[in-house]
């Protein structure tokens, strides 16, 4: 049993890269699952779960009393597991095994039985959701599955399907926030020197974390309706990206949104040039359900998709989630086993309380009512400031504010500092700066405020 996980997770992959290279043509019918069994040296169990996973990546398909072909359009390769982590992943399966819990008899655990915890002074500080059917005493306070808390994601599911993403359970991984599953998936599909697209302007603090991975940042001009097509077909004619990082709507910084057109061309350009999109959508759950989303339009065959709960409940929970295909899902299961173990029961079992209980949507319907009167007042008032100010296409927090020509952000800046207001220049969140209009970055939930309003009346208003 041990290392089962990660045996599966490499055949899929060497499958997948050989579909992608053209090794194993469209049409082309594959090993039987007993014949590849013996060809790769593994049981037929683990042979037919690689099998099924690339049926359910669409790389595969099951002819009945045929076998198994390869499909017509093959879709993106589970990345091949790097050898240094597929024997880091063997090494672990006995920390696996503490969060999955296949064996009823534990003597090998490393901690107390969960239940020794049932009655504990802790418990009495946490007043968790009734203990779902099936569940062991004390199961709450147990490691947990690296998956996250079943419920919650059956319950997420449930929510993707109502956007438009099919997306079962099993390809569903709870991650500390999107920032976590930002990483996982850096960590995941990048390499020293690859090619990554970004959004410009765009999330910062994804600029960062693909500094870290080494990775060679592309900025993709962003306007009110996605991407600028013709810099992606420029940026392409001159390197091969790994992946694209976006947010399709709600846009950070600029509050911008997706169009279908925008949204059909980038999905092609990802099919020609063999590129993934990892679609981060944080603030999905103020926004309507039927906005173009990749991830539908897309079916997570080239699309991860990323959500989070910080922007419209508690930043301090740490609850978010990725949508993957099935083998990439697994692999990042892997990854985060690795490098955290689990994430915290308590706080994904809170989260699944508050929807099931209809909390959260009352919570959600109180929150669109007051960005949507914040935004109107904030785009009245800081026009009257003297600065352009529109109301967000893509909905959400954000106003992205032009300053006048000529205006210089490090000086806007310092003088509001000096008065204890904290901006956001716009070049943090810019890849290419020369030549950029300057610019900041608003949240409508504090441009209201007077003290503000007469910072800016005094920088850009009629004096």
Sequence with gaps: MAGEGSRVARIVARLSASIAAGTLRAGERIASVRQA????????????????????????????????????????????????????????????????????????????????????????????????????????????????????????????AERGIACPPEQLLLTQGANHALDLIIRQLVEPGDAVLVDDPGYYPLFAKLSLAKARIIGIP???????????????????????????????????????????????????????????????????AALPRLAALDGLRRVLYVGTFSKTLSASLRVGFVAAPPGLAAALADLKLLTVVATSQYAERLVCGLIAAGHYRRHLARLQRRVAAATERAVADLSAAGVTARA????????????????EEAVVCRAAAAESIFLAPGSVFRIERDGARPALRCNVAHAADPRFLHFMRGQFGTR
Excluded at 72 to 94: G, I, T
Excluded at 136 to 150: I, L, M, R, T, V
Aim: proline share 9%.
């Design 392 to 407: 967000p296409p893509g909905g959400g927090f954000y106003l992205w504010i032009e300053l006048p020509e000529g205006s």
């Design 222 to 288: 962003r306007g009110s309706e996605g991407p600028d097509l013709a810099a992606l077909d420029r940026a392409l004619a001159t390197c091969r990206p790994r992946a694209f990082f976006t947010q399709s709507l709600a846009h950070n910084p600029t509050g911008g949104g997706l169009s279908l057109p925008v949204a059909h061309a980038l999905l092609q350009a990802a099919e020609r040039a063999g590129f993934l999109i990892i679609e981060d959508d944080a603030f999905a759950d103020i926004l309507p």
């Design 37 to 160: 069994a013996r060809d790769q040296g593994v049981s037929k169990n683990t042979m037919a779960e690689a099998y099924d996973r690339l049926v359910a990546a669409g790389c595969l398909e099951a002819r009945r009393g045929s076998g198994f072909f390869v499909t017509a359009q093959p879709v993106a390769a589970v990345p091949q597991a790097k050898p240094h982590l597929a024997e880091a992943l063997d090494l672990v399966s006995l920390l696996r095994e503490q969060g999955e819990a296949h064996y009823a008899l534990r003597p090998g655990d490393g901690r107390p039985p969960p239940a020794w915890m049932e009655r504990s002074e802790l418990a009495a500080h946490f007043r968790l959701p009734r203990q779902a059917a099936g569940e062991a005493p004390g199961q709450a306070h147990d490691y947990g599955s690296a998956w996250g808390y079943a419920p919650l994601r059956e319950r997420l599911s449930l929510t993707l």
